[in-house]
DNA sequence: TAGATTGTTAATCGATTAACAATC
DNA sequence: TAGATTGTTAATCGATTAACAATC
């Protein structure tokens, strides 16, 4: 059993896209090497977790010495499989859909977006971000032609317990979700990322009210 | 020192709004009554955390019998501060901060959106969601007429610094953050709600990578 | 009273921090 | 060689889980 493929912890998993963000800056401000403790400042984290977080997954970096950006980041990048292409297909192309569409850039986190799928006649057969927005009861015709690794669903919760039951009888098992419904709990075998943004606004309702605000993330 | 003004750990915090949806979720299915077993249950948590959690903020429980429902979620939602009206702002009206406008339900969740904010000519002065766009530039007078307690940065991270320097001149100290900027870094007295939306894709990226997969949240 | 279930203390587990030997 | 800084082990801290007395 190689380093590798260790039990990584969750917190070390959600480090990697902030140490990730935080090299490709000082790729671009020139810098060549970093130290342990450089880094941490950098991040708001101590030199022993940015130590412990890139020792999961083997030494990165040169004792005496530091880690040479660059090929950080490239390692970094490899983890979280920026150097694959997933094929993707986005659920709802309402604001939030449109957004994460004109926004991600798919190409440089290793996925390709290459369907749009909507259940609003007028939307369907509009063109979007070089695609052609399909109808939703496309998608079977859809997965027939084409590979699908990902689904990302811009949709309400009351309509995503059918979408998400179409997408896994079409094989799809890796989700990035952003309605109520629990996909995980209903189909155990899938990967999904959840974003609950009302979520956000409620915890910033909390520190906004807490009166004992020592205030920390 | 009352046990409400103790300190609140973070994880306990971000589960609230979870608490919360469960409770309304069960309320309107006319379930009364819940124990710690059931509700942990529901959340996919154990009935331990439960209590603690609840504790944590006073016993809102009776012995031997449970929680009520309609009494839980209100204290809860008191907790998040949904009983306030807090006067806020949204900064960049592109399809991210529109998604927000359109699906929040800011009352709710005891905001109330009283301003929106774009540098964008074609914007500025059209309607949205009963709001009148305003420019930029037009903050200042706008703070003198109005109160703002808090803003929305639907903005990216390259013009962020320069908003939120305006922001923070006009005396706002609470931010829901998209950007990448580090808000809390700059100015620490401020209470700072960040959401990644590329860290989440990334996320994914990684728990489809990775070969262990032996999935968990 | 007996049964149920909370509130709370104690035990465990996991993540972060500190320390230091290895080594560039 | 001396100085620096990693990789890694040990210590600490904090969060979760278990246990149980209190009490409805």
Chains 1, 2 share one sequence.
Request: hydrophobic letters at 35%.
């Amino acid at each position: 059993m190689s380093k590798t493929d260790r039990h990584i912890a969750m917190p070390v998993i959600r480090r990697l896209p902030r140490y990730y963000r935080c090299l490709c800056n000082m790729e671009q401000n020139g810098i060549e090497k970093i130290s342990s403790r450089a880094l941490a400042e950098a991040m708001n984290i101590t030199a022993s977790q940015v130590r412990q977080d890139l020792n999961c997954f083997g030494g990165f970096g040169q004792q005496g010495y530091g880690y040479i950006v660059s090929m950080l980041r490239g390692e970094i990048a490899k983890l979280l499989g920026m150097d694959s292409k997933k094929k993707t297909v986005l659920y709802g192309v309402g604001n939030l859909g449109r957004a994460i569409i004109y926004h991600f850039d798919f190409e440089k986190f290793g996925f390709e977006l290459c369907g749009l799928f909507d259940t609003n006649p007028e939307l369907v057969g509009t063109e979007l971000g070089g695609l052609i927005i399909s109808d939703d009861e496309e998608l079977e015709k859809f997965t027939e032609d084409h590979t699908v690794d990902a689904a990302i669903l811009c949709i309400p919760t009351t309509s995503a317990e059918e979408v998400v039951e179409k997408l896994y009888a079409a094989g799809v098992r890796c989700f990035l979700n952003f309605n109520h419904f629990d996909i995980k709990s209903r189909y155990p075998d899938c990967v999904v990322e959840n974003v609950h943004l009302s979520e956000s606004l409620m915890t910033l309702g909390y520190l906004m009210t807490d009166k004992s605000n020592s205030a920390e993330e």
